[in-house]
């Protein structure tokens, strides 16, 4: 599906409930708005990007998050993601000098995010958010820098605080090529819990790779080719 066409769409989903069966204002949806041109890094196929956050929440108007002109979504389209009772639009933020960052904003606006790269024209391609380690809570995965440091890097919001914490981290991995207006592979469960499908560094294998106790695991499927990848996310 065309990027444009993707960054349009508007992710739905149930609501949710705080603890104690008091429902908590929501996220129904998100999609990006205002496009724009004022970061030049066309690291999805085009100059254009996105200035603005669009959430759409139960019971209360549509909130409108606006960046400064310093700032970009480049991204496909938001995600949301349940995190417990809470939940967020999990979005790619870039800063014009600082790179990019992953950032969770919720119907109150931003809610936490990881440091910014730290460089201009850096980026980090998401790979999804799921329990990946089957202890209740949820961690979030992104490639940092697909076509440079090829690190998978996995997340999970601090208990009681609004950050996150990095847990595990494995390199020679990515899920982007440059000009790409898609994200390769992302995360599939085949019966045994989520699990993340990746590519090898030098694009020759298609990646299975695992959260657990000790820290992430892989497991090569064979050779990659697009239809090699769509057979993993398929189970098959």
Same mark, same amino acid.
């Given at each position: 599906?065309?990027?444009?066409?993707?960054? &349009?769409?508007?992710?739905?989903?149930?609501?949710?409930?705080?603890?104690?069966?008091?429902?908590?204002? @929501?996220?129904?949806? +998100?999609? *990006?708005?205002?496009?724009?041109?004022?970061?030049?890094?066309?690291?999805?196929?085009?100059?254009?990007?996105?200035?603005?956050? &669009?959430?759409?929440?139960?019971?209360?108007?549509?909130?409108?998050?606006?960046?400064?002109?310093? #700032?970009?979504?480049?991204? !496909?389209?938001?995600?949301?993601?349940?995190?417990? +009772?809470?939940?967020?639009?999990?979005?790619?933020?870039?800063?014009?000098?600082?790179?990019?960052?992953? +950032? !969770? *904003?919720?119907?109150?606006?931003?809610?936490?995010?990881?440091?910014?790269?730290?460089? &201009?024209? #850096?980026? !980090?391609?998401?790979?999804?958010?799921?329990?990946?380690?089957?202890?209740?809570?949820?961690? !979030?995965?992104?490639?940092?820098?697909?076509?440079?440091?090829? #690190?998978?890097?996995?997340?999970?919001?601090?208990?009681?605080?609004?950050?996150?914490?990095?847990?595990?981290?494995?390199?020679?991995?990515?899920?982007?090529?440059?000009?790409?207006?898609?994200?390769?592979?992302?995360? #599939?469960?085949?019966?045994?819990?989520?699990?993340?499908?990746?590519?090898?560094?030098?694009?020759?294998?298609?990646?299975? +790779?695992?959260?657990?106790?000790?820290?992430?695991?892989?497991? @090569?499927?064979?050779? *990659?080719?697009? @239809?090699?990848?769509?057979?993993?996310?398929?189970? &098959?």
């Amino acid at each position: 599906m065309p990027r444009r066409l993707l960054s &349009r769409l508007v992710l739905w989903a149930m609501l949710g409930s705080a603890p104690g069966g008091a429902v908590a204002q @929501a996220l129904t949806g +998100a999609s *990006y708005a205002e496009p724009t041109t004022r970061y030049d890094h066309g690291v999805l196929g085009d100059a254009v990007e996105w200035g603005a956050l &669009r959430l759409s929440r139960a019971g209360a108007p549509d909130l409108l998050i606006r960046l400064p002109q310093t #700032r970009v979504f480049e991204d !496909l389209a938001p995600r949301l993601v349940d995190l417990g +009772a809470l939940r967020a639009a999990m979005v790619v933020e870039s800063d014009l000098q600082r790179g990019a960052r992953l +950032a !969770l *904003y919720t119907a109150d606006g931003l809610f936490a995010a990881t440091p910014f790269i730290g460089q &201009r024209n #850096r980026w !980090l391609a998401p790979v999804g958010a799921a329990d990946l380690d089957g202890d209740g809570q949820v961690e !979030l995965a992104y490639v940092d820098r697909p076509h440079l440091a090829k #690190r998978l890097r996995i997340w999970r919001v601090v208990p009681g605080a609004q950050e996150l914490r990095e847990v595990a981290s494995a390199e020679d991995l990515t899920n982007h090529r440059i000009g790409w207006d898609h994200i390769a592979g992302g995360l #599939r469960d085949c019966g045994d819990g989520p699990e993340m499908v990746l590519a090898s560094g030098d694009w020759g294998r298609v990646i299975v +790779a695992r959260l657990r106790a000790g820290g992430i695991t892989r497991e @090569a499927l064979g050779p *990659y080719s697009e @239809a090699a990848m769509a057979q993993a996310l398929a189970c &098959r």
